[in-house]
């Protein structure tokens, strides 16, 4: 499978912006996913971005460079209820790859 | 409602004793999927199915088999599980797999425990 890197852990405060970075290898690589999981439930589907550029969906934009191997999700005007994990997926042939995920805790 | 579900949500069970995990989505999904979900290690593919009598294995296999006799379903079995396999699992579906385009749609999970 390909290796995906985001960050662990992300903390940030209610009304701002953040930016979660994730890095992936380009060798089969299709497109790229993100999801989000609350604690104790499924993920669910937040974006797909298969040519390089932003796309914007209300409060979250992705990004994505395929020549850099590189992805971000920006998540505006924070809300209590983004705290989550936010999973990055790399999507190949025939299977989808996760990163480990990266723990957004919002504070008031 | 357009959903996969998964039964049981909780199991404890013991070392050696075989169980079957079921998955079923009603959206008329070609590809379906096993994932485990440990901390530390994310969200890892058991196994795929890209249609009917397609399975294929993912990244973590040993130990686990499926069955795809019918398009709906995708059950997953533990022939003798371990405590080693104790995780978090997770089936998901997608209309299909072409390009990797489409979203998939996870069920809510299954908590196992082999003791």
């Known amino acids: 499978g390909q290796n995906i890197d985001q960050p662990t852990e992300m903390t940030a405060t209610e009304g701002a912006i953040v930016q979660i970075n994730c890095t992936y290898q380009?060798?089969?690589?299709?497109?790229l996913f993100w999801y989000q999981q609350h604690a104790g439930e499924a993920p669910t589907f937040l974006s797909y971005?298969?040519?390089?550029g932003l796309e914007e969906k209300g409060r979250f934009s992705s990004f994505l460079s395929r020549s850099k191997g590189y992805s971000y999700l920006l998540l505006k005007e924070l809300q209590m209820k983004d705290s989550a994990s936010y999973l990055c997926?790399?999507?190949?042939?025939?299977?989808?790859?996760f990163g480990k995920g990266t723990m957004l805790l919002v504070s008031p | 409602e357009a959903q996969v579900t998964q039964n049981p949500r909780y199991l404890i069970t013991v070392t050696g004793k075989k169980l079957t995990v079921t998955c079923s989505q009603n959206?008329?999904?070609?590809?379906m999927s096993w994932y485990r979900q440990d901390p530390g290690l994310g969200l890892r593919q058991i196994y795929y199915?890209?249609?009917?009598?397609?399975?294929d294995k993912g990244d973590v296999p040993e130990g686990y088999k499926v069955s795809r006799k019918e398009k709906r379903n995708f059950p997953l079995i533990l022939e003798s599980p371990s405590p080693n396999q104790t995780s978090l699992y997770f089936c998901?579906?997608?209309?299909?797999?072409?390009?990797?385009?489409?979203?998939?749609?996870f069920g809510p999970g299954t908590r196992l425990t082999v003791t």
């Open positions: 998901a579906s997608s209309l299909s797999f072409r390009a990797g385009a489409y979203e998939q749609y």
């Open positions: 997926a790399s999507s190949g042939y025939s299977t989808l790859t």
């Open positions: 199915s890209m249609n009917v009598e397609v399975t």
């Open positions: 380009t060798s089969g690589f299709n497109g």
């Open positions: 959206m008329n999904h070609e590809y």
């Open positions: 971005n298969v040519l390089d």
